[in-house]
């Protein structure tokens, strides 16, 4: 079991940045991670993956060049820092573990989820 804990959301004016963090409750070395968001009655979608020692990542096209996904094994944490932050990113952003080291986009393809943190951007 992993008990993860998403911490750094808030609200913040377009233009500005922010820097959410993942905490897990065990060793995260040996598997992938990914982070995905959730606005107002629209789907969870796939926003950023790191495989288990962070040489791969994955980005949803609306974030690339603005987020960057990194990880820190030795306290098994790993971040999102979102820049350049618009109203289309308020979100719920949720971090989640898969049981292997391979990135994914897929929301089915994660076994443990955290309880998610709000980001609002207001214009």
């Known amino acids: 079991q992993v008990h993860l804990v998403e911490s750094g959301g808030g609200l913040v004016q377009a233009g500005g940045s922010l820097r959410l963090s993942c905490a897990a409750s065990?060793?995260?070395?040996?598997?992938?991670m990914g982070w995905f968001r959730q606005a107002p009655g629209r789907e969870r979608e796939f926003v950023a993956t790191i495989s288990s020692y962070g040489g791969t990542t994955y980005y949803v096209d609306s974030v690339k060049g603005r987020f960057t996904v990194f990880r820190d094994n030795s306290r098994n944490i790993v971040y999102l820092h979102m820049s350049s932050l618009n109203p289309d990113d308020t979100a719920v952003y949720y971090c989640?573990?898969?049981?292997?080291?391979?990135?994914?986009?897929?929301?089915?393809?994660?076994?443990?989820w955290g309880q998610g943190t709000q980001v609002t951007v207001s214009s």
């Open positions: 989640a573990a898969r049981t292997v080291s391979q990135t994914s986009q897929w929301r089915n393809d994660y076994d443990y």
């Open positions: 065990t060793s995260i070395s040996e598997v992938a």
